[in-house]
């Protein structure tokens, strides 16, 4: 009985997931089916039960969350609307496409430090603008395109960390603890997209080549991200761990370069790289003084407050609102022409998005549904051996279907912390859900096509079709699985000590 219970709790999730893998939907129409079927179950089953106040909560949880990711969401699109018009992307790509260090170094830096850097700041997909012509000017097509999809791979810490910040929500564990065992659980991961970039670039011979510098940046990046997370800046730590290890290394290779081969070596306007990347100086230095001046940070975090039980959400702290000042500000100094309908479209199919999946979840943990699967599943087997392998599949599957880190989260997220509690573990198993569910996007639909569509004015008669890049996505995702499985290990056995 207790089994049948489980499947019947886990069936709206697992209908969602079906509409959106099978039968080819979107994931609006996957949401709502699995909304559908759950209130079903709740009003003609005993099992699970909804009363007002449970359904209150459930709602009004829902929505601040939303509303949390939409104040990020609409400010980002719109700066980097403003940055695009103004040329300062294309400018900075042109900038780079001359620096003075040899072609897989480039990728590799790119790969495991500036976009991070770039797409933890914006987020969006921002950062395909500038590595896409780049890889493209660099490489030939084929190579091009599959080394602009593994780009996005900084999504826990994407978008100012907003998944990180929503998860944070939903399993009720602390943004900055959630942060730092995310990049203990993510240790292996950098490396693993460092060695598939040096593969892209020149197969065996490129790995063989650049195999120390691919696992030293990877391991570098994952250990600024936990320094920077443990310090309480979570929202930043993929910016500062993106920029730290960007610039070690470029120093490192520029002087090797300049020893090596002093004929290539063209010096680099600082003076119009400055003015480039003030925007996002600006960005960071008011963000970081939200957080780290107390008497701001209090004021922040003390007035207009939206809380349930299950989450609170103070306005003004949200970086959202520095990245709208930052956005406001260069708009005024330079207008350009932006289309308000495009922002307004992508900010409400991200955003339904999250509603209607973070409902679904809401909606289950008030009635009991994920109660009752997580019991289940904690029952069958206390080895966390075999979760080991479950927890970053599931969570990766998230991430694939959804697109989304965030919406990954909003979906896996509870059931996911859930089962981690009953095995006494909820903040490990929140943080594979959280890092797996980043990973797996690269993979999705929507990186692909948004992938191509940019890339059309960059190829040269390329033949590369939708078909091979998800085929590509999906072989390297089996070794970024591996890498969570080693991460995941490696987590449970640094926190058991």
């Not at 599949?393 to 991430?399: C, K, Q, R, T, W």
Request: proline letters at 3%; one cysteine or more; charged letters at 10%.
């Amino acid at each position: 009985m207790d089994t049948i219970k489980a499947f019947i709790g886990i069936s709206p999730v697992i209908l969602s997931i079906s509409v959106i893998l099978f039968f080819k939907r979107n994931t609006v129409t996957g949401a709502l089916a699995g909304i559908l079927l759950g209130s079903l179950i709740i009003m003609t089953t005993d099992w699970f039960t909804l009363n007002s106040s449970n359904l209150s909560t459930a709602i009004l949880t829902t929505a601040i969350l939303t509303i949390s990711a939409a104040l990020v969401i609409v400010p980002g699109l719109y700066l980097n609307a403003v940055l695009q018009g103004q040329g300062k992307i294309e400018s900075l790509s042109e900038m780079i496409k001359i620096f003075p260090i040899n072609k897989a170094h480039k990728a590799l830096l790119l790969l495991i430090a500036f976009l991070p850097a770039i797409e933890s700041l914006t987020g969006f997909g921002v950062s395909l603008f500038l590595s896409i012509p780049l890889f493209f000017s660099l490489f030939p097509d084929y190579k091009a395109y599959r080394l602009s999809i593994i780009g996005m791979n900084i999504m826990p810490w994407g978008t100012l960390a907003l998944a990180t910040l929503v998860g944070s929500s939903l399993s009720e564990e602390p943004i900055n603890k959630l942060s730092a065992t995310t990049a203990l659980v993510s240790l292996f991961v950098f490396p693993t997209f460092g060695l598939i970039g040096a593969y892209i670039i020149d197969g065996i011979e490129g790995i063989k080549q650049n195999i120390i510098l691919a696992i030293t940046m990877g391991l570098g990046l994952s250990l600024m991200l936990y320094v920077f997370s443990s310090l309480g800046l979570s929202e930043l730590a993929g910016v500062l761990s993106g920029l730290t290890v960007g610039i070690v290394t470029t120093i490192i290779l520029t002087r090797y370069h300049k020893k090596t081969d002093p004929s290539s070596f063209k010096k680099i306007n600082l003076f119009e790289l400055f003015k480039l990347l003030t925007p996002y100086f600006i960005l960071l230095i008011l963000i970081l003084a939200s957080r780290l001046i107390p008497p701001v940070s209090e004021l922040l975090s003390s007035i207009a407050i939206l809380e349930t039980s299950r989450i609170k959400l103070a306005i003004f702290k949200s970086p959202g609102i520095v990245v709208a000042i930052v956005a406001g500000t260069w708009f005024s100094l330079e207008k350009v022409k932006i289309s308000h309908l495009g922002i307004i479209q992508k900010s409400k199919t991200a955003c339904l998005s999250l509603f209607l999946f973070a409902f679904l979840a809401q909606l289950m943990q008030e009635s009991g549904m994920l109660n009752a699967f997580s019991s289940f599943v904690a029952s069958i087997s206390q080895s966390k051996a075999m979760y080991m392998f479950i927890t970053p599949a599931l969570g990766m599957l998230s991430g694939n279907i959804t697109g989304s880190n965030v919406g990954g989260n909003a979906l896996m997220m509870t059931l996911q912390h859930n089962i981690g509690k009953s095995l006494e573990n909820g903040l490990l198993f929140a943080a594979v859900q959280n890092s797996a569910a980043g990973y797996a996007v690269f993979t999705s639909s929507a990186i692909i096509v948004l992938t191509m569509t940019i890339s059309k004015n960059f190829e040269h008669n390329s033949v590369v079709s939708e078909h091979q890049l998800v085929s590509f996505g999906l072989k390297s995702a089996f070794f970024v699985y591996l890498a969570l499985v080693l991460g995941f290990w490696t987590t449970s056995f640094i926190l058991s000590r």
